[in-house]
Structure formats: C-alpha cells, structure tokens
C-alpha cells in the first residue's frame, strides 16, 4: 500500500516539476539574452510572494521527488528496507525542503 502511494505521489511531483523546469529556463534563457546580470536578476526576485511561491513549490516538488527516487535506488542497491528506508527517505527530504526553501528565502528575502 505505501509503495502505491510513493509510486503515484512520485509521478506526482513529476508532473508537477515539469512546466515548472520549462518555465525557469524559459525565464533563465530569456534574461540572459536580455543582458541582466545575476545582480539584477536577483534585485528583482527580492521581496517577491510569486516568486517565493514558484520556487517554494519547485523546491517541494523536488525534494518529494528526489526522496522517493533515491528510497527505491537504496532499497534496490544495497537492500535496506523497514524503519531505516523510511528513515533515510524522511531525512533526505527534510535535508532536501530546508536547504532548498534556504535558497528560495535568499533569492527573495528583501
């Protein structure tokens, strides 16, 4: 039953990832060509609720999806399973939701 949820909470987060990759390069390839320096990229990020609410939801997105992915390649490799999968899985999502919301914080913080 849990790996059902993982399996469909993964394909989840996938697809919720993708237009959102689309859109960062779309905006990445879009300001560099415009000239912008990462200095005034980031000018403009700062203070932000979209902007915190875009990448906050990239970064959500990821950490689910990364933890998830590297639970089966654990368990897969080196046959780890019961409390310590989940809690391998559990610390590489929170490590991966602080670290990640730190940068969001950091690029919109005003």
Not at 54 to 83: C, M, P
Request: with cysteine.
């Amino acid at each position: 039953m849990l790996n059902t949820r993982l399996y469909y909470l993964q394909r989840v987060s996938a697809m919720m990832m993708a237009p959102l990759v689309l859109c960062h390069i779309a905006l990445m390839i879009y300001a560099v060509q415009g000239g912008l320096s990462a200095g005034e990229i980031l000018s403009r990020t700062q203070g932000s609720v979209l902007w915190a609410l875009f990448y906050g939801l990239f970064v959500l997105a990821v950490s689910v999806h990364a933890a998830i992915g590297l639970r089966v390649i654990v368990f897969e490799t080196f046959g780890l399973r019961g409390i310590l999968l989940n809690a391998f899985s559990v610390v590489v999502l929170l490590a991966s939701l602080v670290l990640g919301m730190r940068a969001v914080y950091a690029v919109v913080a005003s």
